[in-house]
């Protein structure tokens, strides 16, 4: 019975206080979180814009509207460029030659070095006449070609001679001549005289050296000046 009545009064007891405790305290005192004279907490969301940062926001949009105005000198500048330049040097490539020797190429070149912007050298492969020859037509055989030589002995002829090797072998040579009317003047001789002469022109394959050049300036480029050499001419080529 006496437990009964302990527990009935610790219930009663646990209600009070839970009463108390409810209803019993300040509104006042109970609405706020922190003790008395503590700032009351905001979040950063809920606070104001610093004037700073008002104040810089402010500086930085000019800059924008002049960023928005930069294309305009841009596009001036396109322009001028664009625009033909009345002090355009103007150049095209050239071929200077030909020249005997690689002696000859190597002055050229020293003397035109400073006027040019690139240059190279280059060989190539020519014919040249070396003469005239006058001679009768080939013999089947060598003692066709001798039979050949004493008759023209018989008529007075001179300065002959046999071909015994060679691509020509078997031929009656009348003379090499490098002025093509001193070997016409022959043959007509010859041909006087009753044999069937023929002047054929004797070539033979030598270099020659050119100079490829791309001048400073085109317009007012005078080789002449500087290479005194009147067989040597000037033609444009292909850049390089």
């Not at 402010?58 to 002049?66: C, D, N, Q």
């Not at 002959?160 to 093509?180: C, E, I, M, R």
């Not at 044999?195 to 480029?221: C, G, N």
Request: aromatic letters at 6%; one cysteine or more.
């Amino acid at each position: 019975m006496l437990l009964r009545l302990l527990f009935v009064l610790l219930i009663a007891l646990n209600i009070a206080v839970g009463a108390w405790l409810l209803l019993g305290q300040n509104d006042t005192h109970a609405s706020f979180a922190t003790d008395p004279g503590v700032p009351k907490l905001h979040l950063l969301s809920e606070l104001p814009p610093p004037a700073s940062t008002v104040a810089h926001a402010a500086s930085v949009a000019p800059p924008a509207t002049a960023a928005a105005s930069t294309p305009a000198p841009a596009s001036t500048n396109a322009a001028a460029a664009a625009a033909p330049n009345a002090n355009t040097l103007s150049y095209q490539c050239m071929a200077l030659g030909p020249f005997a020797t690689q002696e000859d190429l190597r002055i050229a070149r020293n003397a035109l070095s400073s006027e040019a912007q690139r240059m190279r050298a280059r060989q190539e492969q020519t014919t040249q006449a070396r003469g005239w020859w006058v001679h009768l037509p080939p013999s089947p055989n060598h003692a066709a070609a001798l039979a050949q030589a004493r008759q023209l002995g018989a008529r007075n002829i001179q300065d002959y001679f046999v071909v015994s090797a060679g691509d020509n072998q078997n031929t009656v040579s009348l003379g090499l001549f490098k002025d093509p009317a001193n070997a016409r003047k022959r043959r007509e001789e010859i041909v006087a005289a009753g044999f069937p002469a023929q002047m054929t022109e004797r070539t033979e394959t030598v270099p020659e050296y050119w100079l490829d050049l791309i001048p400073s300036d085109s317009k007012h480029f005078d080789w002449r000046s500087r290479i005194h050499d009147p067989a040597i001419g000037s033609h444009s080529t292909g850049c390089f």
